[in-house]
């Protein structure tokens, strides 16, 4: 369509405009340009052809739970399949057919904070906590609160609400000690870590209170520096792509009920690289057995 005259002012009509008009992005019609010469794959051929292989692509994308799933995560499922081909072809064969997630291309950072990593290697040592909104068609904004372990990436505990209170924030919080540690009393959580912002709900005198009560100990990241609770952010983009963003919910109890449910399906099929792409159920069955066996 670039190359077709307008009949107004008799010039072509020109890449940009033609990209605007189709919601097209020039970066990929220009690869598209590029790469078009050199479609055949180079070096021996593999187990399986690309037409077996981009089959076994599309059909684990459309039985996947979840949106946006990447190459990585793909390429260690077709392994599962016993469909093994290079991480780099799955790549290719992805872009070719337009099957990779679409990503954003994210701002540049200055110096960092704080260095090291808030990942750790035990269950139960540190969780992260934060809220998100969404809309509901009946009753307007709903807030959602949770929290999740910075280890298996479990998440322990969700909560939707239509008032962003400082009480509702603490429900999280609740389900992931009755769940973790048995019991929900003074000093049922010694050892555990929380991250948190420093939202109003979470630096209120009631939120530390509770902390206190429970023997966890509060660790709030870096003022306008939301790497430091990274492993709560990076989860709320998990639950917009996957749900939040594909949905409608008419009630907030309707919002809260889909979270229980999306929390089970979470909990026991989102694979995770660090860990070989186990679920997050996996690893926390692992680190348990490893525990008791160690007592």
């Not at 639950?239 to 449910?261: C, D, G, I, S, Y």
């Amino acid at each position: 369509m670039s190359k077709i005259f307008s009949p107004t002012c008799d010039k072509p009509y020109g890449i940009q405009r033609v990209c605007a008009v189709w919601a097209v992005p020039r970066s990929t019609v220009y690869w598209r340009k590029t790469h078009q010469k050199s479609t055949a794959r180079r070096g021996p051929a593999g187990l399986h052809s690309d037409s077996v292989l981009l089959q076994g692509i599309r059909q684990f994308l459309e039985q996947s739970p979840f949106h946006g799933e990447g190459y990585r995560k793909v390429h260690a499922a077709l392994r599962m399949r016993d469909l093994r081909a290079a991480p780099a072809r799955i790549l290719r064969l992805m872009r070719e057919n337009g099957l990779c997630a679409h990503k954003r291309k994210g701002n540049l950072h200055g110096p960092k904070a704080h260095d090291g990593t808030i990942k750790t290697t035990m269950i139960n040592d540190m969780w992260g906590t934060d809220m998100t909104t969404t809309l509901t068609v009946g009753e307007g904004t709903a807030s959602i609160f949770f929290a999740i372990d910075h280890c298996s990436l479990e998440l322990v505990g969700v909560h939707a609400a239509k008032c962003a209170t400082r009480f509702e924030a603490i429900e999280p919080l609740r389900q992931g000690v009755i769940d973790n540690f048995g019991s929900y009393e003074q000093a049922a959580a010694i050892g555990l870590t929380l991250r948190h912002d420093h939202g109003s709900q979470f630096m209120s005198d009631t939120y530390q209170a509770e902390l206190h009560f429970l023997g966890i100990h509060s660790s709030p990241s870096y003022v306008r520096e939301p790497q430091g609770n990274g492993i709560a952010e990076r989860f709320v983009r998990t639950l917009k792509e996957n749900l939040l963003w594909v949905r409608h919910f008419e009630t907030v109890e309707e919002l809260r009920l889909a979270l229980w449910e999306f929390k089970e399906i979470y909990n026991n099929h989102w694979m995770i690289g660090r860990h070989g792409y186990k679920t997050p159920a996996q690893v926390k069955a692992k680190h348990l057995a490893s525990m008791a066996k160690a007592a």
